[in-house]
Nanobody, 121 residues
């Protein structure tokens, strides 16, 4: 029932800010039982949790990316947004949004199909 869809640029130049949206259907961003996560997977590497916004609007970030990351929500548009500042080619990855019961990565969560982001130098 819950569906998520990522959208944003497929290509971005290094040093710029990456902005990705996740559109939600079948649930509410304000669901107090839900965490709305961003996850990425670089080519040939494992998945990395970026951060989340929960149903109260509180944010949670991976310490390794916190200095460059912000996550916000727009409840009327049923959307939450990732901003990743000053990207480098190492940020090239498939980016996923998920809905789960906790901040982090779980195969039991609802997942978007992912969107490829390539950072050029």
């Amino acid at each position: 029932q819950v569906q998520l869809r990522e959208s944003g640029p497929g290509l971005i130049e290094a040093s710029q800010t990456l902005s990705l949206n996740c559109i939600v259907s079948g649930d509410y961003i304000t669901n107090r039982a839900a965490y709305w996560n961003w996850i990425r997977q670089p080519p040939g590497k494992g998945q990395e949790w970026i951060g989340a916004v929960d149903g109260t609007g509180s944010t949670h970030y991976n310490p390794s990316l916190k200095s460059r990351t912000s996550i916000s929500r727009d409840t009327p548009k049923k959307r939450f947004t990732l901003h990743l500042r000053r990207v480098t080619p190492e940020d090239t990855a498939v980016y996923f949004c998920t809905r789960g019961r906790r901040p982090g990565i779980s195969p039991d969560d609802y997942w978007g199909r992912g969107t490829q982001v390539t950072v050029t130098s």
